[in-house]
């Protein structure tokens, strides 16, 4: 992959409705649309539903579990001529929040989405960020996420794909 194609260039839009079926049980239902130029995907729409398991109480530190089953759209760009799909995948993800202190917080969720008939192609990915209040309106930022894709659309895309961002929040 050239150095010219290494730059991020991906969106998402996602909704997601959670209706409450017990204190510790939600159903879930979402759709999702994203793009990514650099893994070679014009468009991939999932769609998709399952419970989610609040595993903890305290509003200090917050677990949840789910499991969903979702169906997958995905479309290469151009450069692949007519590859497409549509998948059936799982969907279960970890989701934490911990606020061990009044100025830091700690926000992860990791899926493990392998597709039904064919466990090992699976995709992995999480989504971790640190915020550290700095004064009352300003924090500093940093976000770690992580991209496993065991078969990518195409061979010269990479299985693993990573990005640090760090930054200011004011909030105003």
């Known amino acids: 992959m050239s150095t010219a194609n290494s730059l991020v260039n991906r969106g998402a839009q996602h909704l997601r409705y959670n209706r409450k079926i017990s204190t510790k049980v939600k159903w879930e239902a979402f759709a999702q649309t994203q793009y990514d130029a650099v893994s070679n995907i014009e468009l991939r729409a999932l769609l998709g539903t399952g419970p989610r ?47 061990p202190t009044e100025t830091l917080s700690i926000i992860s969720t ?27 309106d300003l924090a500093f930022k940093t976000t770690f996420n992580y991209f496993f894709d065991a078969f990518p659309v195409s061979a010269d895309i990479p299985n693993t794909q990573y990005e640090l961002t760090n930054g200011l929040l004011y909030t105003f």
Request: charged fraction near 30%; aromatic fraction near 18%.
């Open 53 to 99: 398991f609040k595993l903890s109480k305290n509003d200090k530190y917050k677990f949840y579990l789910g499991t969903l089953v979702m169906f997958e759209y995905e479309k290469a760009k151009d450069v692949i001529s007519d590859r497409f799909q549509k998948d059936i995948r799982g969907s279960m993800y970890l989701s934490f929040s911990m606020y």
């Open 110 to 136: 990791s899926y493990f989405q392998p597709k039904i008939d064919t466990l090992k192609d699976y995709r992995l990915s999480s989504n971790t960020s640190v915020l550290i209040k700095i004064l009352d």
